[in-house]
Every structure is written in structure tokens, then in C-alpha cells.
């Protein structure tokens, strides 16, 4: 089927007594499914390390479309992911193994890590594009708000689904595209804190580029990405 989707892999953010309404990405998601043309969207929940590993398979063996986003939306805490009350959650490197390995036989055309802490492992985003045909990663150095960083996340897929096929070969366009999303908030707005130091929105972002075709290499390009936005 041609179209687009993007994979959704959540884990519960609060506990119950805490958040009753049970917060989700899902629903500020959905109006893509809306706002795109030929976009769905798909959406599990993990608790631990199987879990994600079941979430992430199943969702791809029953994904028809053949241009897939995948965005990670948990906790994170250094290297680790997700996690709440008795669950540990899921190491940072499992989660980058696994993504890695279903990006051989799926055509996965971004990630993007929505969880504090982890976008701060850059050398690790770099590794998990080695070898695969995901053009970029993206995440978060430090703690961050939860509303503002959803927003981010999603300016940001409503933007990147808009580059071509042939675009994801160029590093200039894929770096354009993240400073289009992002031109729409503040560079100097306090995204959240690295122990008791706030940190602005561009100190809090990590971007890893490796463009599609051969000779290219995976690469840090939030500095380009910074000077793009003129922030």
C-alpha cells in the first residue's frame, strides 16, 4: 500500500493516582491522520524491554504503508527508557538494537526519541544509522516539559513527511526541513532542566543526519541545525 504511517510506542507516563485522564501523545497526534494526505498512524504501549520489542514488531508486520515514521514517547533517564512503579523499562541500547535491526527490511524515514534525557547518547544516535537507510534520529538532552516537547515532536513529523523520497539523499534538505519545524518556537524558551540548571530549547536538542546514498555517513548536525535557525 502506498502511504505514509507513523509508528507510536508509548509507555504510561503517570500512575493512575497521579494522572487519572491517563495522558497520551495520541490524540495530538491524530490530527495528522487528518491534516496529511494518505497518513495513518499506528500506536502500542510497552511496559519493559519484551514489550517494546512485541510492540515494535507487531506494529511493523501489520503496517501496509511503505514510507513509516517511528517515534519512541516515554520516559528516559540517561540510558534507560520508559519504566514506572515495578517495570525497570527498556536500556537505551536495546531500544536503538532494535529499532537498527527492523529498519534492515522496513523503510523507516526518521525516529525521533521523545524521551528526556537520552538525546544526550549522540554517539549512540550515530551508531544505530550505521547500516540502515534511516536518514535521521532525533532527541532530547535533559529533562523536559511534557505538553512543549509534544508540540515539538509534532511540528516536527508534520514537516518531515513532506520531504521526497529523493530529498532524504540530501543532508542540506533534511537539515532545512528541522529548522522549518522548528523556526516556530523559541530557540531561548526554558524546554526543561540538566539537574538544577535550566536549559533553553536549543541546548536541549539533538540531531543526527545520515542521508541516503552511498558515501554518506552518519553525522551531528545540531550545530547546522542551530545555524540554520539563528538561534
Known amino acids: 500500500m502506498t502511504g505514509k504511517a507513523l509508528i507510536v510506542l508509548e509507555t504510561p507516563w503517570w500512575p493512575p493516582e497521579?494522572?487519572?485522564g491517563r495522558a497520551s501523545v495520541l490524540p495530538f497526534f491524530?490530527?495528522?491522520v487528518n491534516f496529511v494526505e494518505h497518513f495513518s498512524i499506528y500506536h502500542s504501549n510497552f511496559y519493559e524491554r519484551e514489550g517494546f520489542k512485541v510492540a515494535l514488531l507487531d506494529d511493523l508486520t501489520h503496517t501496509k504503508e511503505d514510507r513509516l515514521y517511528l517515534y519512541i514517547a516515554a520516559h528516559g533517564i540517561s540510558s534507560m527508557i520508559g519504566g514506572m512503579g515495578n517495570c525497570s523499562?527498556?536500556?537505551f541500547t536495546t531500544v536503538l538494537s532494535d529499532i537498527g535491526n527492523v529498519a534492515r527490511y522496513k523503510n523507516i524515514e526518521g525516529v525521533i526519541i521523545g524521551s528526556c534525557?537520552?538525546?544526550g547518547n549522540v554517539d549512540r544516535f550515530k551508531q544505530v544509522l550505521i547500516g540502515?537507510?534511516?536518514p535521521w534520529i532525533?532527541?532530547?538532552t535533559c529533562e523536559i516539559d511534557w505538553i512543549t516537547s509534544t508540540l515539538i515532536d509534532l511540528a516536527i513529523f508534520e514537516k518531515m513527511t513532506t520531504l521526497s523520497p529523493a530529498d532524504l539523499g540530501s543532508r542540506r534538505k533534511i537539515i532545512r526541513a528541522f529548522a522549518r519545524s522548528l523556526k516556530r518556537f523559541d530557540g531561548d524558551f526554558i524546554i526543561g532542566k540538566k539537574g538544577r540548571k535550566n536549559v533553553p530549547l536549543k541546548n536541549a536538542i539533538t540531531l543526527v543526519v545520515?542521508?541516503?546514498?552511498s558515501g554518506n555517513v552518519s553525522q551531528d548536525n545540531t550545530g547546522a541545525l542551530i545555524e540554520e535557525l539563528g538561534w
Open 30 to 32: 491524530m490530527g495528522l
Open 18 to 20: 497521579v494522572n487519572r
Open 117 to 119: 534525557d537520552v538525546g
Open 89 to 91: 523499562g527498556v536500556t
Open 138 to 140: 532525533f532527541g532530547y
Open 132 to 134: 540502515t537507510r534511516i
Open 210 to 213: 545520515k542521508p541516503r546514498g
